[in-house]
T-cell receptor, first 115, second 116 residues
């Protein structure tokens, strides 16, 4: 079974631009979560989607948004990029409700650099 | 507030020696607990998990962890480390009340260095 895939793997953007990152979960997984990883703040939860609905969002500004499609693929968007948005963005998927929902499988991440 | 703490930022161990990485949690109730490993430039790989039951859990790559409620700890151990174990290790917890919607709360990570 293929793992979580994220595209693109690397991205360089300029301040003020916007960016869209994509995540394809493991086949059959319907929950997708996004995390931001930086050297200073570590791994921080961005938001979680389940069956196309955002169920929760971490403590991030409204510039960070996302969505999930009917095939469970998810995208996250960051508008008006700031230098501090430079980070590794990780996507994780989980299987159906029950204990497995808490067990997350991570993709390789998208390395975003804002200049 | 829920939190996961890894007291050690860096740990250096000789190849073949035993390893213990510390993790403490602070939750209102017993959370689900996990250990992940991250190699440079890579995503996170799940090593093991604790949901309930036996407090000693076995994971992949020869790792194990012991849940101790009285100490609010979930330390990761390995009897003999290999050079390939050099990586960043993250302890994480999940609040059961969120139904999986709250994401994982991660510790800051422990960087493991293996000496030859």
């Amino acid at each position: 079974k293929a793992g979580v895939t994220q595209t693109p793997r690397y991205l360089i953007k300029t301040r003020g631009q916007q960016v869209t990152l994509s995540c394809s979960p493991i086949s059959g997984h319907r929950s997708v979560s996004w995390y931001q990883q930086t050297p200073g703040q570590g791994l921080q939860f961005l938001f979680e989607y389940f069956s196309e609905t955002q169920r929760n969002k971490g403590n991030f500004p409204g510039r960070f948004s996302g969505r999930q499609f009917s095939n469970s693929r998810s995208e996250m968007n960051v508008s008006t990029l700031e230098l501090g948005d430079s980070a590794l963005y990780l996507c994780a998927s989980s299987s159906l409700p029950g204990d497995n929902l808490y067990e997350q499988y991570f993709g390789p991440g998208t390395r975003l650099t804002v200049t | 507030a829920q939190s996961v703490t890894q007291p050690d930022i860096h740990i250096t161990v000789s190849e073949g020696a035993s390893l213990e990485l510390r993790c403490n949690y602070s939750y209102g109730a017993t959370p689900y607990l996990f250990w992940y490993v991250q190699s440079p430039g890579q995503g996170l790989q799940l090593l093991l998990k604790y949901f309930s039951g036996d407090t000693l859990v076995q994971g992949i790559k020869g790792f194990e962890a012991e849940f101790k409620r009285s100490q609010s700890s979930f330390n990761l151990r390995k009897p003999s480390v290999h050079w390939s174990d050099a990586a960043e290790y993250f302890c994480a917890g999940s609040d059961l009340s969120g139904g999986g919607a709250d994401g994982l709360t991660f510790g800051k990570g422990t960087h493991l260095i293996i000496q030859p």
